[in-house]
């Protein structure tokens, strides 16, 4: 996606934001529901082909509001929140597009392999992404999506959705020796404080191991799907 598209896909996801809010808040008109009925689908196929999950799952602005009143949203502060946090991750990815921030190879070949069942992950794989380049950076939080990424694509590739990495690694099929290196990532996050535990010392990861994990949670998920797809056929 070009910094031009990257713009006119971040307006069209401000315009549905600002639609929700208004008819959540005290901005209501009569014309809305039409409005974000025509947008909405337009918005998705955006976000299809710019390879991102589409977080808003809400077709409509009736169901939207039954959604705020079953979680009991019944504040307009606590609707606004939702709606901000609600695409925030691909907001700030688009930002950064604009800015023709560079992007791994690999990156975008594990969201490209991320399609058809596997499409919500991608959600999980932009959170790793922006943990490491927003203007407050969490590298423990990175890791841990890393790492969760392969496990979801494991369980979902396996039919395992109560499974764990542990457990769902042995169906796959892998290569003994590259189950093992991802086996042992998995235990290196679990063994780092603050990443998929807490801790009682202040953390030492940096942006290299979150890199590092990113990279490597990128290159096991397109040999994952591969794998997938040649054991299948």
């Given at each position: ?9 971040g307006?069209?996801?401000i315009?549905i934001?600002?639609?929700?809010i208004?008819y ?6 009569s014309?809305?529901?039409?409005e ?48 901000q ?18 992007s ?29 380049y ?5 590298f ?6 890393s ?8 369980m ?38 603050f ?14 191991e ?24």
């Amino acid at each position: 996606m070009d910094s031009k598209r990257a713009i006119e896909l971040g307006a069209k996801i401000i315009e549905i934001q600002t639609l929700m809010i208004a008819y959540a808040t005290d901005g209501r008109t009569s014309v809305q529901p039409a409005e974000y009925r025509e947008l909405y689908p337009e918005v998705t196929i955006d976000l299809e082909d710019a390879k991102y999950a589409n977080p808003n799952l809400h077709k409509s602005l009736e169901v939207f509001m039954a959604f705020c009143k079953l979680q009991e949203m019944s504040t307009y502060a606590s609707r606004r929140v939702y709606v901000q946090e609600l695409y925030a991750d691909i907001l700030l990815d688009l930002k950064r597009r604009q800015r023709h921030a560079p992007s791994s190879r690999n990156w975008s070949k594990a969201n490209e392999a991320l399609a058809d069942e596997l499409t919500p992950i991608r959600a999980q794989w932009l959170k790793a992404k922006n943990f490491i380049y927003s203007a407050t950076p969490d590298f423990e939080n990175s890791i841990k999506e890393s790492i969760s990424s392969i496990e979801s694509s494991l369980m979902v590739l396996m039919n395992e959705p109560n499974g764990t990495l542990g457990k769902v690694i042995k169906k796959a099929n892998l290569d003994a020796d590259i189950e093992r290196l991802i086996t042992q990532a998995y235990g290196y996050a679990s063994n780092k404080d603050f990443v998929r535990h807490g801790g009682t010392v202040e953390s030492a990861l940096s942006k290299a191991e979150a890199e590092f994990f990113l990279e490597f949670a990128a290159i096991s998920i397109i040999y994952i799907t591969n794998r997938s797809k040649k054991h299948d056929s």
